[in-house]
């Protein structure tokens, strides 16, 4: 039998992340929401995703359930091979430790840590150990060698979300899950941060899940999953600024 293969090169897929009709509802009663209504996906190895969708689509809920961040109400999350659905809460802080990587938009590091005590946070909580020579090679690649020393604070924006990259990267995740990752960046500052992902993916056959609502941000991925209420309703690969654009403009239409 054939071994399946990406578009982009000849190695066979390996599926990281497989969403298996997920829903997810708050409240009860009369008052529920239904934030995800059956939504099945796989994302395969050094693939970069980008999820878009209209506010209150179900985009953040999606992904953080994905993530392990958030339990869903029914269906299953495959990472590897472990269905995080059956983890306990102890086992799925572990595997979050150990095999994902996590980029918010609020960058979220520590402010009395230096940008080399953050990136190396992970490693120093006890997550995979970075091999020797990774953290140079993430530094160099996202121009952090002369700011290791400086705390958050005396950072950019900019900056501080390079950090936070370098700090999900570190530990080489098996999937790393960016939740609005430049929406507090300058349009200048994102570029770089979106190329050195699109470069993690490219070079190192990262896997990349991204929530935006920016059509430059989703251009850099491979292809988009757009949500409408809690449904995955298209799917675009080999996205352009102006394609998403006109996706998006469909939809609202
Ligand atoms: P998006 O990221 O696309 O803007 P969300 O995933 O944040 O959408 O939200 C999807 C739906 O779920 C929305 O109707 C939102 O109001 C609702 N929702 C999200 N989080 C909660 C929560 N913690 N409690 C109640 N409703 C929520």
Redesign the pocket.
């Known amino acids: 039998m054939d071994t399946p293969t990406s578009q982009h090169n000849e190695r066979p897929v390996e599926h990281v992340a497989v969403a298996i009709d997920l829903t997810?509802s708050?409240?009860r009663g009369d008052g529920t929401?239904?934030?995800?209504r059956g939504v099945s996906a796989t994302f395969s190895r050094g693939q970069f995703t980008a999820i878009m969708?209209?506010?209150?689509?179900?985009?953040?809920?999606?992904?953080?359930c994905l993530a392990g961040l958030?339990t869903v109400t029914s269906g299953s999350v495959v990472i590897g091979d472990v269905d995080l659905t059956k983890l306990s809460r102890t086992e799925l802080t572990k595997l979050r430790r150990d095999r994902l990587g996590f980029v918010f938009q609020s960058f979220n590091l520590l402010p009395m840590l230096t940008a080399e005590e953050n990136i190396r946070l992970t490693d120093r909580l006890g997550g995979r150990r970075a091999e020797a020579g990774w953290f140079d090679t993430i530094v160099n690649a996202l121009g952090l060698r002369a700011r290791l020393r400086h705390r958050p604070a005396e950072l950019s924006g900019g900056q501080q979300q390079r950090v936070a990259v370098a700090r999900a990267l570190l530990t080489r995740p098996e999937v790393l899950f960016a939740?609005e990752p430049t929406g507090n960046l300058d349009s200048s500052t994102g570029t770089e941060v979106l190329g050195f992902l699109r470069t993690a993916v490219d070079t190192h056959r990262q896997t990349v899940i991204m929530?935006t609502?920016d059509p430059v941000a989703a251009a850099y991925a491979d292809r988009v999953l757009f949500?409408a209420d809690?449904r995955i309703v298209d799917e675009l690969a080999a996205p352009t600024n102006d394609l998403v654009h006109a996706r998006m403009r469909q939809m609202e239409g």
């Open positions: 997810k708050y409240g929401v239904h934030a995800l969708g209209p506010s209150g689509s179900g985009k953040s809920t999606f992904l953080h958030d939740d929530v609502h949500l809690g």
